[in-house]
């Protein structure tokens, strides 16, 4: 954008962005409030900061009517969600994904699709919508809460979309929780090795923090093969976030979408998705620099922080635009939907792993 040189037209400028950001500033303000006091609790006491956030965002929907709050609530939904989606991308390079060899990444792509094709099969069994098969196939096949979000955030963002899609990171974070209790005393029954345990809970528990917490529940005396593979292999997983999400916005903007129009509350319909969202372009760019060794680990820490962050004040905007009546309007499908993809994941790759 270039800057006017005109005085006048700069002043204007400036004064539009200063309004913008006034605009926003209160609704930003109480997400960020939000998303940081759920990352303290979680930090200090345990326990998975996005249900946290969902929790603390849900107690302060009475606030998401007001005008003065609802444009920076939006905000964080939307463009904070996508920035932190992008970030992810520091977090993977080719390199980890050759380590453990192709029939691994072949198990992890069949996975992944497999879960998605489960999905949309359970929505139509069950009568919901394919957008809502869509996300939550995404979600349990992908990377929990953060594929859930960043599929929502390329489909139409209907009022049914933004409940469903809440919906679906409490059921994949509380699913997660339980399979990173449950599936180290499974691959125990099983007779699972380190390394197979390992491939299993990457390929098999929704979000990174429980894959990793679950490998480290099986070290002993310094050997670490079980949480190594584990985040390795979903770090395999999140790499398929990108063209996932860009089939599906491809999908939507070409019409194919059963979602209603997305048509604001305050404001005229809303343009259509483009055919390469920008913040995938950050994620493939920022994945590019960690596999060419360009980011330092400094670097992807702290891309990795941030984008963790970001997710969390996202999740806390959704929750606070959300109230619990409307989603008590899903009814009990979409939760029998989540369980039965879960449990079709984790059936497939168990009967896998013994074979690698």
């Given at each position: ?5 005109d005085?006048?037209a ?16 209160g ?13 303290f609790?979680?930090e ?5 900061a996005?249900?946290?956030a969902?929790l ?8 998401s009517?007001?005008?003065?709050l ?5 905000f ?9 989606v ?6 993977i ?11 691994t990444a072949?198990l992890?792509?069949?996975g ?7 999905g949309?099969?359970l929505?139509?069994w ?7 098969g ?10 929990g809460?953060?594929?859930a ?6 489909l139409?963002?209907?009022r ?7 919906l ?6 509380v ?9 180290p ?17 990457g ?8 894959v990793v917490a ?12 079980a949480a190594?593979n584990?985040?390795?292999?979903k ?10 999400v ?8 070409r019409g194919?979408?059963p ?8 404001g005229?319909?809303r ?6 969202p920008?913040?995938?372009l950050?994620?493939v760019v920022?994945m590019?620099?960690?596999?060419a060794?360009v980011l330092?680990?400094w670097g992807v ?22 109230s ?10 979409p ?6 993809e879960?449990?079709?994941l ?9 074979w690698?």
């Amino acid at each position: 954008m270039s800057v006017p040189a005109d005085p006048a037209a700069l002043h204007t400028a400036v004064r539009a962005a200063a309004g913008r950001v006034r605009r926003l500033a209160g609704g930003a303000l109480l997400s960020t409030v939000v998303g940081l006091s759920a990352l303290f609790v979680s930090e200090h006491h345990g326990g998975p900061a996005l249900l946290y956030a969902l929790l603390i965002g849900l107690a302060f929907h009475f606030l998401s009517p007001d005008p003065r709050l609802r444009p920076g609530i939006d905000f964080c939904s939307r463009t904070v969600l996508r920035i932190g989606v992008a970030l992810l991308g520091a977090r993977i390079g080719f390199s980890q994904v050759l380590a453990l060899g192709w029939r691994t990444a072949l198990l992890v792509a069949a996975g992944v699709t497999l879960t998605i094709t489960c999905g949309l099969l359970l929505a139509r069994w069950l009568g919901c919508r394919r957008d809502e098969g869509l996300v939550s196939g995404c979600a349990v096949g992908i990377c929990g809460a953060s594929a859930a979000l960043a599929v929502a955030s390329v489909l139409p963002p209907t009022r049914e979309n933004e409940r469903f899609t809440l919906l679906a990171v409490v059921g994949v974070t509380v699913l997660s929780t339980l399979a990173m209790l449950l599936y180290p005393l499974l691959v125990q029954v099983l007779g699972f090795s380190t390394h197979q345990a390992g491939i299993f809970f990457g390929a098999t528990i929704h979000d990174v923090a429980q894959v990793v917490a679950a490998g480290m529940l099986l070290t002993q005396a310094g050997d670490t093969a079980a949480a190594d593979n584990a985040t390795i292999v979903k770090l395999m997983r999140v790499m398929l976030l990108l063209p996932v999400v860009l089939a599906v916005a491809t999908w939507v903007r070409r019409g194919q979408a059963p979602a209603a129009v997305a048509v604001d509350e305050d404001g005229p319909p809303r343009a259509e998705v483009p055919l390469v969202p920008t913040f995938l372009l950050g994620f493939v760019v920022l994945m590019l620099l960690n596999t060419a060794g360009v980011l330092p680990t400094w670097g992807v820490a702290a891309a990795s922080g941030l984008s963790r962050t970001l997710l969390v004040i996202a999740i806390a905007a959704v929750a606070v635009k959300t109230s619990l009546a409307e989603l008590g309007q899903l009814g009990w499908r979409p939760v029998l939907m989540l369980l039965g993809e879960t449990a079709f994941l984790a059936l497939m790759v168990g009967l896998a792993v013994p074979w690698l």
